[in-house]
């Protein structure tokens, strides 16, 4: 009895209290694992403005990249066709001229990114050919066109004052013909990249056609105390001399020098382009050249946005984003000119038309009863604009400002062809033309339903990745075909 009785002070103590079983935090799995425990929970306030402006960013990004893409091949497909047309062995294949420039203030890379992105997936889409004159420099492609101009002026007979060395191209082009082979007949002509590349362009057409063969004579140099100030472009070639140098070599007694001379060094090439023919201010009294045909080679322009600086972040972020519309208006002038028949000469719409002449002293004076001396209806002045000078004239207010500021002095001599006006020569600009595409909505819509059908019938016949498998590890519908690893490749050794 004595063992089943309990003290009283350990009866009098109160039960220790159970503690609770503990709930085993997350997956058991995973804390075996070492991997913490994942709550769901809405992230803070920091994180959800990041990851909205970073998701509604590389949305916007994707669907734009996402349209461009359609878009591009929507106008390849319009022109596909062309690539599957046969050509004859004794037939050149189509060519244009593609004319690009640096932009005002930056590099050439990016009018070359802008051709190989917007441009080239049309043309090689079209199978066409192209030649590319890039510009460095503000006039270089108005050297190169006028240039060209000049070589096509000798070729129709026009005689030069120095006999020049026959050209390369022209020495192949008498190979190709004694072969039989003939130029392609289909529409060609020149696509010019840039408001600033089309001002030059237009420049150097005319001096080509207005200018003389030959470069014009210097100026003579005036001798006077600020003759080097006035005239920094014209350099004495004795400059370099000292005094009595100078002296001697223009008496023809030059002392003669025991020591041997070291090898003269070789000429530096031009830093700059060919200083031009003739200036816009003559073409009016400049005449024209007898072998110019009656319309000139069409040409065609491209639009091509280009701003810079720090400030104008929000739009060039919103160009960035919005590249499918860019992309969209320059496949449709591509194709309209891959896919043109004909072409159409450049208009001049009438600026103004007035009875008095506004350059005459005598305009402002009236007869005796108030009224002009000139008869009411008649036109005496008027202004016109030639279509050529109003393309794409609103990416000049995004240059750089370098395209706008004035020479230094020591660049007196240099030719600012972008930051001029656009002269046009009436002779030159009514023979100017541009392509026409005849095709309207309907037939391009119908033309690429064809294309999209062929693509699709060729998806059809073409095996998919788990047919070719079954083909190359011979468990296709031909069992007798070789397996893959004992030939090399897919299919007979006669295939």
Request: proline share 9%; hydrophobic share 35%; glycine share 8%.
């Amino acid at each position: 009895m004595t063992d089943n009785v309990k003290p009283a002070a350990e009866a009098s103590r109160p039960p220790a209290s159970v503690a609770p079983a503990t709930k085993a935090e997350g997956n058991p799995a995973l804390r075996m694992m070492g991997l913490p425990r994942i709550r769901a929970k809405l992230p803070s306030r920091n994180w959800l403005i990041f990851l909205s402006i970073t998701g509604s960013f590389t949305t916007a990004l994707l669907y734009d990249r996402n349209q461009k893409r359609k878009v591009q091949k929507k106008w390849c497909d319009l022109v596909s066709h062309l690539a599957r047309e046969t050509l004859p062995i004794t037939q050149l294949p189509r060519r244009f001229t593609i004319f690009l420039a640096a932009p005002p203030g930056d590099g050439l890379r990016s009018a070359r990114e802008y051709f190989q992105e917007y441009v080239k997936p049309v043309l090689v889409a079209a199978a066409v050919e192209w030649d590319v004159v890039e510009g460095r420099r503000e006039g270089d492609v108005r050297a190169g066109v006028a240039e060209r101009v000049r070589k096509l002026r000798r070729k129709y007979g026009e005689k030069a004052p120095v006999e020049l060395e026959e050209p390369q191209e022209d020495l192949v082009q008498a190979i190709q013909e004694k072969a039989g082979i003939r130029p392609s007949s289909d529409l060609e002509g020149d696509l010019v990249i840039g408001r600033h590349t089309w001002k030059e362009y237009v420049r150097g057409l005319q001096e080509g056609w207005l200018g003389p063969l030959h470069p014009p004579d210097p100026p003579p140099i005036v001798a006077s105390a600020g003759a080097s100030a006035s005239e920094p472009c014209l350099e004495d070639p004795t400059s370099d001399l000292t005094g009595e140098q100078a002296t001697a070599s223009e008496s023809g007694n030059a002392p003669v020098s025991t020591v041997p001379s070291e090898p003269p060094p070789s000429p530096p090439k031009p830093v700059t382009p060919i200083p031009p023919y003739i200036s816009p201010s003559q073409y009016s009294s400049s005449p024209l050249a007898s072998t110019v045909p009656g319309t000139l080679q069409p040409a065609m322009a491209l639009p091509f946005p280009h701003i810079l600086g720090i400030l104008n972040t929000p739009i060039r972020t919103y160009r960035f984003l919005t590249q499918r519309h860019l992309a969209n208006e320059v496949g449709h002038i591509v194709a309209d000119m891959v896919l043109a028949g004909s072409t159409r000469p450049f208009t001049a719409e009438l600026d103004f038309a007035s009875s008095i002449d506004p350059d005459s002293s005598s305009a402002s004076l009236s007869n005796g009863e108030g009224q002009s001396g000139v008869r009411e209806g008649a036109v005496i002045a008027s202004g016109s604009r030639w279509e050529q000078q109003g393309m794409y004239v609103d990416e000049e207010k995004e240059w750089h400002k370098s395209a706008r500021k004035p020479n230094a002095p020591e660049e007196e001599c240099k030719e600012r062809v972008w930051s001029e006006d656009m002269v046009i020569d009436e002779r030159i600009g009514q023979r100017m033309t541009t392509f026409v595409n005849s095709m309207g909505p309907d037939e391009r819509s119908r033309r690429v339903a064809e294309e999209h059908a062929l693509q699709a019938a060729d998806r059809q016949h073409k095996p998919g990745w788990i047919e070719t498998i079954k083909l190359w590890t011979g468990f296709g519908e031909n069992d007798k075909r070789v397996k893959g690893w004992e030939q090399g490749s897919v299919g007979n050794e006669s295939d």
